[in-house]
Every structure is written in C-alpha cells, then in structure tokens.
C-alpha cells in the first residue's frame, strides 16, 4: 500500500510531509514524558520485525493480487501510540529512502495512511473502547487490524482523488481498493494476532504489566525479544525470498483502471523531479534487490542467484538499520526524559 510519487500532486504531497511531521513532533513530545524503559529494545525489535514482514508478500487467491503486512496496530498494541507512530514512521522512512518502496514526496501520505490512522485513530477509537467494553480479545484485535488497512486503504484513495494527477475516478478506485484490502486485511489480522500469541505465550508480562511497576533487571523481556529478533532474521533473509510476486494490492487496483501494460506518468513538476533525482542518490537496493549489470542480464542462473541474494541482504540490512534508528531515538528521548525529571 506503498503509494508513488505519481499518485500525488505537490500540494497534496507536501500537505501531507506537514501533516505527518506535525504528527512525529506530536509524539515525540508525548514519548519524552510517557517513556518505559522497556519500550526502547522492544522499539527496536518489532521494527525491524515489521519491516522484514512487510517484505511477505502474500497471494491473495483468485484475484492475481497479493498483499503485505502494515503492521501498525501490533505496533500499537506493544508500545503505545506514541513510541508506535514513530517506530512506523521509521521502518517507511527506511523503506523509502534506502529501497525506493514508496516515493519520498509520498512519504508523509504513507506515514499518514499506515501510521498515523492506525496508531492515532484505529487505536484509540476502535481498539481501546471495544477492549474496554469486554468485547473478545482476539475478536477486537482482528477487527482493529482490519479497518486500519481499510482506513489506509482509503486514504490512498482520497489523497489520490484530491490531487487530480492520476486518471484515477474516485468511485472506480474505492471500489478497487477497499475490497482487495478487505481481503488483504484478513491476513493482517492473523499475522497481528499470531505475534500476540506468541509474546503471551513466552513473555505474558511483557504485555500485561503495568507500565507504572518497576522493572528489575537491564533488559526486560529477554525471551520475547530473542524470539522476535529471531522472526525478523528469518523473516527478511530467508522467508522474504518465497514472497508472491503478484502486483500488491494498490498496484492491482491501478493496473485494472488504466491497463495492465500501462504506467501511470511520473509528473514533471520541479518537486517530483526533485525527490525522484534524491531517491536515486540514497537508494542502495532498489526493490530490495541488486541493480543488474550488463552480464547479470546475460545469464538468466546468475540474474537469479544475484536477485535472491539482494532480497536477503535488504531484508537483513533493512532490517539492522530500523534497528538502530529506533534503538537511537528511545535512548535519546529516555535520556531527555531522565534528565528533565533529575532537574
């Protein structure tokens, strides 16, 4: 659901950067007041996990799509709002500027679309009141993960309705994309809910635990994250190389309204321009693969070889740097944190 610089106009585009932005500062302020200690490693961890996940392409049957996971209502769920916005806003940021997954002036609207209606609306709107109403578990979760790929769903839809570049009709591409995510939303609920269970079943209280109730030890958690650190290593070196290469769920939408052998024009404003020519000089693996030379392109075995090697080390680089970001910004805002409650 990785929306292209070609679906959205300046306006619309850099109307978003700042809506996003405004989000991430939103944030960061609630995170130095809010901030756990335990969040910091768990920051890091289901980051990377949920960047080598979203490299899973799965089959969606029967229709020629295929859809991936978002992820970020489990983001939501482990860390709270705040410190899961900007774990989602991270793991894009990576995506964008390191793989070329997404546009850079489509950056906020993913940020937006991904992580903002999931953490900020999904999250506390639907999530938290049907929890607290009694409602099953399992049933609030899946539903929860459901609408917020439909809400991404249909911000793709509006942002690209608003900014008239794309000969993409509202009505034709709603009903384009909200069934398709639909369909792509089941497996997100399932792949939410399998992580869950898996953190209950090793580590309940990093879960349950209130946030208020010292911790003992350095690191909490220990076999939870060993267990997800696991999953993301073998997720994005090993699992990334069986993902369907049927078109995603936003790209079958648009190949069925204007032609599968067509493209939609990269528009030639000074800022599409702009952020395609910086995409270029940042990006290290292009789709997550290596760029192929002149004799890769002659030998179909080595082309392969070479293809399967890159989609393991993005997943596995991708993965370290998501690491790192988040590891970096919960130690600085915990630092802040620390020293304005010393003064």
């Not at 937006?112 to 938290?128: E, R, T």
């Not at 070479?306 to 790192?324: C, D, N, Q």
Request: net charge neutral; hydrophobic share 55%.
């Amino acid at each position: 659901m990785h929306m292209a610089d070609a679906l959205l106009s300046p306006v619309v585009g850099g109307g978003l950067w700042l809506a996003s932005g405004a989000a991430i500062a939103y944030g960061s302020r609630r995170m130095k007041a809010s901030l756990d200690h335990r969040q910091v490693p768990l920051m890091g961890v289901v980051g990377a996990l949920v960047f080598a996940v979203q490299m899973l392409n799965f089959t969606i049957p029967g229709t020629g799509s295929s859809g991936h996971f978002a992820g970020g209502l489990l983001l939501a769920i482990l860390l709270g709002p705040h410190a899961a916005f900007l774990t989602m806003a991270s793991v894009l940021t990576v995506q964008a500027l390191f793989f070329a997954d997404g546009g850079l002036l489509a950056l906020g609207a993913n940020i937006f679309n991904m992580g903002f209606l999931a953490c900020y609306v999904v999250y506390p709107c639907i999530f938290k009141p049907l929890a607290k109403a009694g409602a099953s578990n399992r049933g609030v979760i899946f539903f929860s993960a459901l609408m917020a790929l439909q809400l991404g769903a249909f911000g793709v839809v509006l942002e690209t309705s608003l900014s008239g570049i794309a000969d993409l009709p509202f009505a034709a591409f709603l009903l384009a994309m909200q069934p398709i995510h639909l369909a792509i939303g089941i497996g997100e609920g399932l792949i939410t809910l399998a992580v869950l269970d898996l953190i209950i079943r090793v580590e309940p209280h990093l879960l349950y635990k209130p946030a208020e109730e010292p911790v003992a030890g350095f690191l909490a958690g220990k076999r939870a994250l060993a267990v997800l650190a696991v999953l993301a290593v073998l997720a994005g070196g090993i699992l990334s190389l069986f993902a369907s290469s049927q078109p995603d769920g936003l790209e079958w939408s648009i190949a069925g309204l204007v032609g599968d052998k067509k493209e939609l024009a990269q528009p030639k404003t000074a800022l599409h321009l702009l952020s395609s020519s910086l995409q270029e000089r940042t990006t290290i693996l292009p789709d997550y693969a290596f760029a192929e030379s002149a004799d890769e392109k002659r030998s179909a075995d080595q082309g392969l070889a070479s293809s399967e090697a890159g989609t393991s080390l993005s997943g596995l680089v991708g993965g370290l740097i998501v690491l790192l970001i988040s590891l970096l910004a919960g130690y600085l805002f915990k630092r802040r944190s620390v020293s304005r409650v010393a003064s």
